[in-house]
């Protein structure tokens, strides 16, 4: 059982990591790549937003093209409420 939890937890921080480097990173393709061979997750949620949605912001062409290989989901979006 702990087993499991850990890994649910790894998998998690690596997808929260995954979204925090596409916005932060200079070397962006390596880095995301090594972090999708390490298990993140493409279709993690942070809040509203998606890897693909952070990626198509910072207009990264070749991240989006390793996103799409990897199986993101194309058609997901963003959910607002606005009150």
Sequence with gaps: MW???QSI????SLSKQ???TIFT???LQDNVEDLIGRGADVNCMRGTLKPLHCTCMVA???CVELLLQKGTEVKACE???IA
Aim: proline fraction near 0%.
């Design 3 to 5: 087993y499991i939890m």
């Design 79 to 81: 959910v607002i409420n």
């Design 25 to 27: 990173t200079s070397s």
């Design 9 to 12: 937890q790894s998998k998690y």
């Design 60 to 62: 990264a062409a070749d």
């Design 18 to 20: 995954l979204i925090c």
